[in-house]
């Protein structure tokens, strides 16, 4: 079975301090967890208007990327580094946070709307839908009125742990999408969250 020929993982969040541990940051975590387990160290680069790191993964030489230009204009970061590396869009993976799935669940998926999320309208606004997604449930607070306090706030500590293992199960699975590809992949997510 074909792996996934991904040359980039991009994470979205918001720079700075202030938001580092907010719900809207899970993608961001996602990458610094690939970051730390296979050697990468980001750093800032202009032309991309974000932070990238190296790495290698299964034998797969990929870019780590964390856009600097706040979410809702994650879609250019993504774009320059794809124009500059002459990437199609089908070999870019996304992690992002997502509200329509509980929380501690994670899904992949290639293609579709942006169903609100206000870095994946940008993204697709740059580059098309064509790109591979990696959903990382955070919850929904119950009214739409109270989505934007919700992602830009700090999770319960027992909601944050569940994040933060789904973070770590969806990077125990990337060397596995790499070398058998996203069926294999979905099929073991799925497994999963038959288990919880």
Request: charged share 25%.
């Amino acid at each position: 079975m074909a792996g996934l020929p991904l040359r980039v993982i991009a994470g979205l969040g918001n720079p700075g301090p202030e938001h580092q541990v907010t719900r809207h940051n899970a993608g961001f975590w996602f990458v610094d967890v690939l970051a730390q387990r296979h050697g990468g160290e980001f750093r800032d680069y202009r032309k991309y208007s974000g932070e990238t790191a190296r790495v290698s993964i299964g034998g797969q030489e990929l870019i780590l990327l964390k856009p600097t230009t706040y979410m809702n204009r994650s879609g250019l970061s993504i774009r320059q580094i794809s124009d500059f590396f002459k990437i199609v869009p089908g070999d870019i993976l996304v992690a992002h946070d997502e509200l329509d799935l509980p929380v501690g669940s994670v899904r992949l998926k290639q293609g579709g709307g942006h169903g609100g999320h206000n870095g994946l309208r940008d993204t697709i606004a740059h580059i098309g839908e064509n790109f591979w997604r990696l959903r990382l449930g955070i919850g929904h607070p119950g009214n739409k009125a109270d989505v934007i306090d919700y992602v830009l706030t700090r999770a319960p500590r027992v909601e944050e742990d569940l994040i933060l293992e789904a973070v770590n199960t969806a990077a125990d699975l990337i060397p596995l999408l790499l070398e058998q590809g996203a069926e294999r992949a979905m099929t073991k997510l799925h497994s999963r969250a038959g288990r919880t």
